[in-house]
């Protein structure tokens, strides 16, 4: 899974499946280190600031709800 030495730390995040599988895909794309284990878990590799930004914008995006999402938009526009 840890395909970058320096690894700062792994994470476990409990999605639903659906969520899960998206958010893998996407991770991969990103080059993070990812696996949806078999109890219905996410594990990732988190190896720089760049990438735990980059977990949290996809996992908010995936998981936040619409209104969530509206007012962040918002508030990048301000």
């Not at 996407?26 to 990732?44: F, K, W």
Request: net charge positive; proline share 4%.
């Amino acid at each position: 899974m840890n395909s970058h030495p320096q690894s700062l730390s792994e994470h476990t995040v409990s999605i639903s499946r659906c969520d899960r599988w998206q958010a893998h895909q996407r991770l991969q794309e990103l080059g993070i280190p990812s696996i949806c284990t078999s109890d219905g878990a996410l594990q990732v590799s988190v190896y720089s600031p760049l990438a735990a930004i980059q977990v949290w914008s996809v996992l908010y995006r995936l998981t936040a709800s619409r209104q969530q999402l509206l007012h962040w938009l918002e508030r990048c526009w301000q």
